[in-house]
């Protein structure tokens, strides 16, 4: 028989349940008791309906209270001696790793956090440093294989291999974090071996990093450290699972490891299957990735089962595992909650729980041949449905597209002309600004709920959004700052809001995926070409700014994330559903112009996790993304200043299409490395003016004013003061008024005294 499989699924619960027992947590609402069993009750429902649905390998440890990478960092015993402090008490300690704890005397700053691979999933950095040791510190993968045995279910416990592990760590002076190999491998030796005892039969070593390019040393050290695991006395077998990616170069490494079986996600990559059958020993398990862990459409189950076959036909179907491409964790749970979804539509979709009857379909047709069950009839419904729909084609867009000409992706004048047009606007030194978001309070939450329900009416919602927005502008008035923001009030998601207003988008009402921690996003389904019926931001922009004779920053979502955060159609290549979307903001920032804003910014916080993980696909991908923004933001004459916002910082790789965007200001994110990027800009001066965040808006952590000027005494160091803005990492939608208040309130001092020290130097000249 052949074995329908799954590599993780979603932690977050079908209804958020995890997220709300997290931060009544946090706020002291419930204890840690209330919260546990949320957890423990989450893991077992979810091992059952696995269980009950056919999957015969059932992950464990796949869950986590905030990370799953945190969680192997607590785990191997690499806490940071930073938080020692609170070594008594491991669940605060945890969560002070996660996201940084004040409590008098103490004031413990997050660990970095950043995005895992390709995927809008957030993962806590590891921090390492040579010579540090190991040790088994939490037994957290056998308690939950312990755990799910006594309910009655065996599972396939899920461990980030050790090399991964490693590569995806920090280490000072840039050295190679898999020098602590050594140290780290017993660790792993010991853990197998407990869950060998306790009776594994599989352990699944995740390792994605398999799928990037790797120096040839970082192969050598993947054979021996498997070699080595292998080889540990009562180890349950092993599966190493690569996802997001092909093999390639590493397909023979990977096929001669001395393990029992390879996952590969032939949705992203189904070319590696053949190389990879050909390098693969004989009696080696094939966990096949046949069902897209990364989107929300239904399987080509006729195409999927082919290439099983084909797997099968060298391997042997006992051989065989039927797998998701990777994790279901990027995946909304459960389709069933959605019942106001068009029917049509709602056919097409698969969310993780009907990912899992398409795995099981799979292991059927497999096994018996068996092609005309009902999950075969409605996966080709679903294929022919699309392919014909009216919904799915509109010829306008097509002929909108043919006519995008070169010049439309290119601002009037270069960025010096622009520059000195930009005067205008009366900025000073080192301008104050945010980057668009303010709390969405529970107040603005549960507004906004009533309103979608149908419970306040059109009129009251704008009035009490009125209302924000005029206290938002005396508050900034008041604070000092240069470039104000109406607050994105009105937007529950930066990309739902854009998608509810284009066509091509459709909503989900639950569709939630976790981006980290406690915190969810519902992705749109971009199942059709993207059009603007009308302007989407424009009214509220326009309010904002004629409460202030400052400038108001318009703000808008960029092409390039819109397509990175939704689910997008693969039924047509990525760039060509991103020129549609492209086309679209366009319209809106012309709008937006022609009603008096002399700033937009077009967010582009995701252009980078976009980017390939192998390097020989990155010009194309730049190029595309690049044209995009540039399409997206071009059409404004010179004196409209526009300004692009990226949350990350590590901007080595890509800084050239950072600048080729020629945005006249990008915002990024940097507190939490302090500075990191400085790396980037010693080598490359960026051409135009930056705002380097100098205040982590991940953590409810108030940054003090020396603090932040200090960032930004180090950000002079490599950048011009005429070009830097002073600007915390990111949107403060996730933070409360009050820390909010404060922590601006200081940036807005210490961007001033910075400025003072400037003038007094005589640095600022010209
Ligand atoms: N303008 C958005 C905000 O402030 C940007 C968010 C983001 O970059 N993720 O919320
Ligand atoms: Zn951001």
Redesign the pocket.
Known sequence: MVLATNLGFPRIGSHRELKRSLEAFWAGRIDAGALLATARELRTRHWRLQRDLGIEHVPSNDFSLYDHVLDTVVMVGAASPRYKPLRSDTLRQYFAMARGLQDGALDLPAMEMTKWFDTNYHFIVPEFFPGMTFDLASAKPLDEFLEAKASGIQTRPVLIGPISFLLLGKMPDGKSPLILIDALLPVYEALLAQLGRAGAVWVQMDEPCFVLDLPEDVRLTFRKVYQRLSGVAHAPQLLVTTYFGGLGDNTEVAASLPVSGIHVDLVRAPEQLKPLLKALPRNRFLSAGVVDGRNVWRTDLDAALGLLRRAADVVGPDHVLVAPSCSLLHCPVDLSLDKQLDPELHGWLSFATDKLRELKALGHALTTGDISSEDFARSRNAREGRRGSHRVHDAAVAMQLRSITKDMAKRRSSYPVRREKQRSLGLPLLPTTT???FPQTSEVRSVRAEFKSGKRDRASYNAFLRDEIDRAVRLQESLGLDVLVHG?FERSD?VEYFGEQLSGFAFTENGWVQSYGSRCVKPPIIYGDVSRPSPMTVEWAKYAQALTKLPMKA?LTGPVTILQWSFVRDDQPRAVTCLQTALAIREEVLNLEAAGLRIIQI?E?AIREGLPLRRAAWSEYLEWAVECFRLASSGVSDETQIHT?M?YSEFNDIIDAIAAMDADVVSIESSRSKMGLLNAFARFQYPNEIGPGVYDIHSPRVPSEDEMAELLRKALAAIDPRRLWVNPD????TRRWPEVKSALENMVRAAGRVRAELLESGQAAG
């Open positions: 980057i668009g978001s994105e930066m703000i967010d916080p916002h949350c990111c949107g403060l939608k």
